[in-house]
């Protein structure tokens, strides 16, 4: 699998689970199983029924304090995302559009990756989005 389709399925996973506990969820449960439903519709209604139980998996684990379940429920759903996308690869793109109409509330200023290396008397900025530099 190429790594662009595991990066997307990597990101879609965590982007689900994070907004199974938001107001936003009832959308991205929608569009995650209208992805279903283009890939391999015989399983939409199931996808739609394992997103439930997962979002009250979630709820429930949230409310005891147990905050390794939204990990562990994020992997399952990176790979069942990564499965499709590998059987279906022409909904990548649906999927990506999706993820794009969340943007900020699904916490992909998370997914950022930033390294810096000074020596001497060397200065680092670094951003992962704006920032505005005021030295005299």
């Known amino acids: 699998m190429e790594p662009e389709i595991a990066a997307l399925a990597s990101s879609a996973g965590t982007t689900v689970v994070t907004l199974m506990a938001t107001d936003a969820w ?3 449960r929608e569009g995650i199983a209208s992805l279903w439903r283009r890939g391999h519709a015989e399983r939409a209604e199931a996808v739609a029924a394992e997103l439930d139980a997962t979002r009250e998996d979630l709820l429930a684990a949230l409310a005891a304090g147990d905050q390794g379940v939204e990990g ?3 992997v399952e759903w990176q790979g069942r995302i990564r499965r499709l996308l590998a059987a279906r690869p022409e909904v990548a793109e649906d999927l990506r559009t999706l993820l794009d109409e969340f943007g900020p509330l699904a916490g992909t200023a998370a997914l950022i990756t930033q390294h810096a290396t000074a020596s001497s008397h060397a200065r680092i900025y670094q951003a992962g989005r ?3 530099i005021s030295e005299r």
């Open 26 to 28: 009832q959308r991205m």
């Open 130 to 132: 704006d920032q505005h």
């Open 72 to 74: 562990e429920l994020q």
